[in-house]
C-alpha cells in the first residue's frame, strides 16, 4: 500500500453536505462525478494529505443507499492507493483475504478499484485503488 488515497464518506446529499466541509472547515472542493456503474454520485473535496469522497445514492438500490439505511451517514471505507492493482489483489488472496469483486471495476476518475471483504477487516471496508495516467498527465484528481 503506498499511501491513504481517500476516505468515503456516506451522505443523503452531497449538495446538503458539501457547505459543512467547505464553508464550515474551509477545504476545497475538487469535482463532482457520477458513477453509474456503482449507483453514486461522488464529491471530492482536498483535505491537504488525504481526499474525502463524498458518497450519495443515484438509486435507492445502489450499495450506498442500503449502507445508509444500515448505519446512516458517515466514513463507508478507507482507500488506499497502489501500483499494479490486479498483482496487488492476487497477493492479498494468497494471504487468504476476500474481495467484494475478483476483478477491479472502473471507479471515481478512471480509477480501478476494488474492495476487501469487511468482515476479514474488524468490520472496516477496505478499497485498493490504482490511479491510471497517460503521458503527462497530473497526478491530481
Do not use: W
Not at 475538487?30 to 458513477?35: A, F, L, W
Not at 454520485?41 to 442500503?66: C, H, M, Q, R, Y
Not at 471505507?77 to 492493482?85: K, P, S
Not at 476487501?116 to 477487516?121: E, G, W
Amino acid at each position: 500500500m503506498k499511501k491513504v488515497d481517500h476516505l468515503g464518506i456516506a451522505v443523503q446529499s452531497i449538495k446538503e453536505s458539501l457547505p459543512f466541509y467547505t464553508e464550515m472547515l474551509a477545504l476545497t472542493f475538487i469535482r463532482e462525478e457520477i458513477i453509474t456503474n456503482q449507483g453514486v454520485k461522488v464529491a471530492f473535496i482536498d483535505a491537504g494529505n488525504v481526499k474525502l469522497e463524498l458518497l450519495e445514492p443515484l438509486t435507492g438500490e445502489s450499495p450506498i443507499a442500503k449502507f445508509l439505511s444500515k448505519k446512516g451517514e458517515g466514513i463507508h471505507h478507507i482507500a488506499f492507493e497502489v501500483e499494479g492493482i490486479e498483482n496487488r489483489i492476487d497477493e492479498l488472496k494468497e494471504k487468504g483475504l476476500t474481495f467484494i469483486s475478483d476483478k477491479p471495476k472502473k471507479g471515481a476518475g478512471g480509477a480501478d478499484v476494488a474492495f476487501l471483504h469487511p468482515k476479514q477487516a474488524h468490520g472496516v471496508l477496505f478499497e485498493v485503488c490504482e490511479h491510471t495516467r497517460e503521458k503527462g498527465e497530473s497526478n491530481h484528481e
